[in-house]
């Protein structure tokens, strides 16, 4: 019997220190979500994505736009970003010696530094995301966590239409996106 997770684990991502910028970070997902994931001295930051967010392919009826007409809108022109995460620690945990693996097996990423490990996993047969934490610094500070979306509340262009909204009920934050 083949054992997949040996052969995989050669794949696996190393690296040490932060990744500041999102192009830096290590990509994570399950073939139809994903995110890039890049962590600063004090959050982890990360954008989830969709492979079926696409404004302007070549069946939108969105019609044709330039990016030097007035009827082009910069960040509103979106092709796969649904939401941003940032996992703010409340201090620098973030250095030169933090590390960072992506299993690529199980579709996880390890990240420790400065008394903090996250564990971020992204399910294989569902659009979900998971984040744990292991906190051990001396002093504690709240984790915040925030769920942005990535473009204005509603976004119309010709007879392309998104709107989005954030709700939170109980302890669950909620980003709805509907797309027409």
């Known amino acids: 019997m083949t054992d997949y997770r040996s052969l995989t684990q ?5 690296y040490c220190g932060s990744t500041p910028e999102p192009y830096q970070g290590m990509p994570l997902g399950n073939g139809r979500t994903g995110s890039m994931v890049w962590i600063d001295p004090e959050k982890i930051n990360m954008q989830v994505n969709r492979v079926d967010v696409f ?3 070549g069946a939108t009826t969105a019609g044709e736009w330039k990016m030097d007409s007035p009827d082009y809108y910069g960040a509103n022109e979106y092709c796969g970003g649904c939401a941003g995460v940032q996992i703010d620690f ?3 945990v973030f250095h ?17 530094g400065g008394g903090v490990e996250a564990d971020i996993r992204v399910w294989s047969e569902a659009d979900v995301f998971v984040c744990s ?8 500070k709240p984790i915040r ?20 909204a954030v709700s939170a009920r109980g302890e669950e934050i909620l980003l709805t996106q509907e797309f027409s």
Not at 145 to 158: A, D, F, G, N, Y
């Open 133 to 140: 934490f292991k906190d051990v610094r001396q002093v504690k």
């Open 90 to 92: 409340g201090e620098e």
């Open 55 to 57: 404004a302007t392919n």
């Open 96 to 112: 030169g010696e933090t590390r960072q693996i992506l299993h690529m097996y199980d579709a996880c990423l390890e990240i420790s």
């Open 145 to 164: 966590i925030t769920l942005s979306m990535l473009r204005p509340e509603l976004v119309e262009r010709k007879n392309h239409r998104a709107k989005s």
């Open 10 to 14: 050669r794949a696996d991502l190393h």
